[in-house]
């Protein structure tokens, strides 16, 4: 095949392509008209090309070059306000539960490191004793010894001198299936010492100490005590003040500066100092003198039980503390004796009033304090077979004295 033109790019109808224009490209009216070529507005342009560096001027160059400062690490971007809230507010049962576990220890571990600070004494008599009874009594004595005080306590309190160790306060408890008990037994009751003759109750404490006092009780009354329980003379200033005070009620108003008491009639708060200048002193009621005592002595120890195990006791982990750790100092318990022991006696005490109990003093016949033989022989009797529902107004009075002389 003949070599036809080619197209020079002019596009103007050249004779070289004068096969497909025609002879003349013009004139001739069959023949082919080429189309003038337009500019395109979006043709792609080339770029200029940019002369490339040698290789070693490269490498000078780069080595040359500092490096580039690290960038700096982003912010952290601030928590969701409302998120945060969400998440410091969530209920977690766990948290509740640890926080409960925790508390349960704490009420259980202080009594105990407490109780181990707690002196205890020998207290049961030898000889023959009364048979096992039914239910719980317990002894507790008032000791006036001063050996457990300062000297700057002794003045404070009013106690005297730190010399005799005798009984201010001797109150039996009992607990069992009826009514819990508290009889008061006037430290001035005149009665058998065992070795010693006819004399006041308390000083068999004198003569021969818990055991003394003990055998004296149990001959004279046929109750036996399962359980011995010594309150020292700033013991009581020392708990009322642990628990943050008790209310007393003063029918009369009482100054008595030996006792460091001067108190108004009516109910009122008292701290430690001045509920056991109420529950000593005497000398504010010359006509009953011993007997108002061992009432305003009940009142105040009944006080005290209420306080001891109100609920605010265990939600307060500091008035907790102050209480447990004021038994070792003031609280001696009789061997044998051991914490759940003293818990029942902690919580006995505190139902001697109203309709969970009763208090009185042992029956007596006159002020000066002899025993009435036939009242007293049936309370002491009811407490012996446990049957404190059979105990009346006629024995159970605050004086001891029957119901009509107390008016």
Known sequence: ?????????????????????????????????????????????????????????????????????????????????SGSRGRRLRFRPRYLLVLILAWVVYLVAVPIYAWTEVESVPWEPDGERPPQQPGTTY????SDSRDDLSEEERRRLGTGGAVGQRTDTIMLLHTGDGPNVM?????????EVPGHGTTKINAAYAYDGAPGLVRTIENATG?????????????LAGVVDAVGGIEICPE?????????????????????????????????????????????QREVVAA????????????NPVR????????????????????IDAARWA???????????????????????????????????????????????????PTGLPQQVTG
């Open 1 to 81: 095949m003949a070599d036809r033109p080619r197209y020079d790019g002019s596009g103007d109808g050249s004779p070289e392509y004068g096969w497909l224009y025609g002879a003349n490209g013009e004139g001739d009216p069959d023949a082919t008209r080429a189309i003038p070529r337009q500019p395109r507005p979006d043709e792609t342009r080339v770029l200029p090309v940019q002369p490339r560096p040698e290789a070693g001027g490269s490498r000078t160059r780069a080595a040359e070059r500092p490096a580039p400062a690290p960038a700096p690490a982003p912010a952290p971007a601030p928590p969701s306000r």
């Open 139 to 142: 002894l507790m004595v008032g």
């Open 183 to 191: 009889m008061s037994i006037p430290r001035d009751s005149i009665v």
């Open 223 to 235: 109750i036996r005590i399962d359980e011995y329980v010594e309150i020292g003379m700033g013991g």
């Open 252 to 296: 009369v108003a009482m100054k008595d500066p030996e006792a460091k008491l001067d108190i108004d009639k009516g109910c009122q708060q008292a701290d430690g100092q001045t509920a056991l200048g109420f529950a000593r002193s005497r000398k504010t009621d010359p006509q009953y003198g011993d007997i108002t005592r061992v009432r305003h």
């Open 304 to 315: 005290v039980g209420d306080k001891v195990l109100s609920p605010w006791t265990f939600l």
């Open 320 to 339: 907790y503390w102050r209480l447990a750790n004021s038994v070792p100092g003031f609280f001696v318990f009789g061997d044998g004796t051991g914490p």
């Open 347 to 397: 919580l006995a005490m505190t139902r001697v009033e109203g309709s969970g109990g009763m208090t009185c003093t042992v029956p007596i016949r006159d002020l000066a304090v002899n025993w009435d033989e036939e009242r007293s022989q049936r309370m002491f009797e009811a407490i012996i077979e446990d049957r404190t529902d059979d105990i009346g107004k006629d024995l159970c009075t």
